[in-house]
């Protein structure tokens, strides 16, 4: 398993907790569109559980050019690997 894989199933936890409409699977190309109740409020919760997990903060152009699950798995990799 790959590290982008190992934060998909990292991140398919964080989103289940959060979101608590049963089971998610994530994949790279899940937009906010793509799961029941990932809503503005969750997406908070979900970025400060990111932050708390891998111990970095995203800066706001961060999260303005989120526009799916690569693009935050990136983010995590670049982050995690500096």
Do not use: R
Request: negative net charge.
């Amino acid at each position: 398993m790959n590290q982008k894989q190992q934060i998909i199933l990292d991140l398919n936890e964080i989103f289940t907790d959060i979101i608590d409409e049963g089971e998610i699977m994530l994949n790279p190309e899940t937009t906010a569109n793509d799961i029941d109740g990932w809503d503005s409020l969750n997406h908070i919760q979900i970025l400060a559980a990111i932050e708390k997990k891998y111990t970095f903060k995203f800066t706001l152009t961060e999260i303005q050019n989120l526009k799916n699950i690569d693009d935050l798995t990136n983010i995590i990799v670049q982050k995690t690997s500096a």
